[in-house]
């Protein structure tokens, strides 16, 4: 089975660009399963609504991951608690609406698990992210829940993300981080099997600031601009990975980066 997971996607043009492209992307990849995180998606480039999370799932996404703006557009908290395939991460606050995980067949009808879970360096404050995987690991493995466990790390730092990759090593098919916006060089398959990269990238523009206009992000850098931060208006780049899972095992046979169009070339 061929997983794409494509990272976080970053306003108007992150999301035209999921629409044009991705339906072309998963015909010359055989992909099976698609996963994108969409938690910076809305125009102002924070948040996702459910007109957005719509628009994915009609173009060929079947999971939607988020992260720390997950709350930005009010209307989350409404459609999140009817809409099984977006998901938030699962070491906030148990009171909040919404799962961080879900259970869904895939093309070729194996049951894929996608966990989102968010790091505790830098972050917004959530329940301790090693305890809350362990936890899960605990009521749930790989080919007795589900065939295949995706995880989607959204953190700050690098150590923390590589620390889980280890941590889930032989237990999730597949680990990539999310939340820095640019993409790390070091897609490999851990030494028990699971596919690993420390960070998928963006769907965004990068000549910007991780997706953001850079001329106000340098003025803001400067103390020379009280305006908000706002989505970067050029030709976006799809950056993410794909993995090829062992139906047998869950485990991975390959990984690779995967950068397509825009302005960023591999």
């Known amino acids: 089975m061929r997983i794409l997971f494509l990272g976080d996607v970053v306003g108007p043009t992150g999301c035209s660009a999921i629409k044009q492209e991705l339906p072309?992307?998963?015909?010359?990849?055989?992909?099976?399963?698609?996963?994108?995180?969409?938690?910076?998606?809305?125009?102002?480039?924070?948040?996702?609504?459910?007109n957005i999370v719509d628009e994915f799932l009609s173009c060929g996404v079947d999971v939607v991951t988020s992260g720390n703006h997950i709350w930005n557009q009010k209307e989350t908290q409404e459609f999140i608690t009817t809409q099984p395939r977006l998901i938030r991460p699962l070491n906030m606050n148990k009171s909040m609406p919404g799962k961080g995980f879900t259970i869904i067949k895939s093309k070729n009808g194996m049951k894929v698990c996608v966990l989102n879970i968010m790091g505790n360096v830098f972050m917004k404050k959530c329940d301790d992210m090693f305890i809350v995987l362990d936890n899960f690991l605990s009521n749930n493995s790989l080919k007795n829940d589900y065939d295949c466990l995706v995880v989607d790390v959204h953190g700050e730092i690098t150590s923390e993300k590589m620390a889980a990759g280890h941590f889930l090593d032989g237990k999730a098919s597949l680990v990539v981080g999310t939340h820095t916006h640019v993409p790390t060089n070091d897609a490999r398959i851990l030494n028990k099997g699971t596919a690993y990269q420390t960070d998928a990238g963006m769907c965004g523009d990068y000549n910007s600031v991780i997706g953001m206009d850079k001329e106000n992000s340098i003025k803001r850098f400067l103390k020379q601009s009280s305006e908000k931060h706002f989505p970067s208006k050029g030709k976006s780049s799809i950056c993410g990975v794909i993995a090829e899972i062992s139906k047998e095992t869950g485990l991975a046979n390959k990984v690779k980066s995967f950068i397509h169009g825009g302005s960023l070339r591999a």
């Open 24 to 50: 072309k992307i998963l015909r010359k990849e055989n992909i099976d399963f698609t996963i994108v995180n969409g938690e910076n998606a809305a125009d102002e480039g924070v948040g996702i609504t459910q």
